[in-house]
Antibody
Framework: EVQLVESGGVVVQPGGSLRLSCAPS????????MHWVRQAPGKGLEWVSL????????YYADSVKGRFTISRDKSKNSLYLQMNSLRTEDTAFYYC?????????????WGQGTLVTVSS | EIVMTQSPATLSVSPGERATLSCRAS??????LAWYQQKPGQAPRLLIY???TRATGFPARFSGRGSGTEFTLTISSLQSEDFAVYYC?????????FGGGTKVEIK
């Protein structure tokens, strides 16, 4: 059974930094593109970032480019999102999602999300 | 950036009735379109990918069709567990973009 467990969400002040983690299980992590998707409370979904299976090709939404960094650690079987220069508009549930089996750019499994609140 | 527009924003349907949800892309996304179902307090769940392929665990009353810029999700006979918010996603062109969602509620 595929599982994705996010952690690291807390309350942080504007301008602060935070690192989210995602622990995958139930599939071969090294074989799949991984994504972060966010959802502000009561709002819609926004794709944030992706990283290819080998970590060579990270992509970002314009709204986070230059502030967020996605990475993966094969030895720790983990996905990360380093978030710097946080803004109030970054407040959201952050979901880790697995790239699809037939195409890496849709998301076939999602974690339950971790809440990041940016507030003074 | 490709803009995805879903309509209607809210759809009020009685159990057993048919529901048709629309998703329109501002430019062609070929068949690289997915649908997600989200229930309150839960993560989204993949429903349809490749515009028309149903994901594991969803019954045949859910169907997707379309290509290019116009897509529809049809639920042939709504059951109580189908009341939720549905989002479309285009994954043809980076950055990948979602529609604003359609809430299917009980009439």
């Amino acid at each position: 059974e595929v599982q994705l467990v996010e952690s690291g969400g807390v309350v942080v002040q504007p301008g602060g930094s935070l690192r989210l983690s995602c622990a995958p299980s139930g599939f071969t992590f090294d074989d799949y593109t991984m994504h972060w998707v966010r959802q502000a409370p009561g709002k819609g979904l926004e794709w944030v970032s992706l990283i290819s299976w080998d970590g060579s090709s990270p992509y970002y939404a314009d709204s986070v480019k230059g502030r967020f960094t996605i990475s993966r650690d094969k030895s720790k079987n983990s996905l990360y999102l380093q978030m710097n220069s946080l803004r109030t508009e970054d407040t959201a549930f952050y979901y880790c999602a697995k790239g699809g089996s037939t195409d890496p750019y849709y998301f076939d499994f999602w974690g339950q999300g971790t809440l990041v609140t940016v507030s003074s | 950036e490709i803009v995805m527009t879903q309509s209607p924003a809210t759809l009020s349907v009685s159990p057993g009735e048919r529901a048709t949800l629309s998703c329109r892309a501002s430019q062609s996304v070929s068949s690289n379109l997915a649908w997600y179902q989200q229930k309150p307090g839960q993560a989204p769940r993949l429903l349809i990918y490749g515009a028309s392929t149903r994901a594991t665990g969803f019954p045949a009353r859910f169907s997707g069709r379309g290509s290019g810029t116009e897509f529809t999700l049809t639920i042939s006979s709504l059951q109580s567990e189908d009341f939720a918010v549905y989002y479309c996603l285009q994954y043809n062109t980076w950055p990948f973009t979602f529609g604003g969602g359609t809430k299917v509620e009980i009439k």
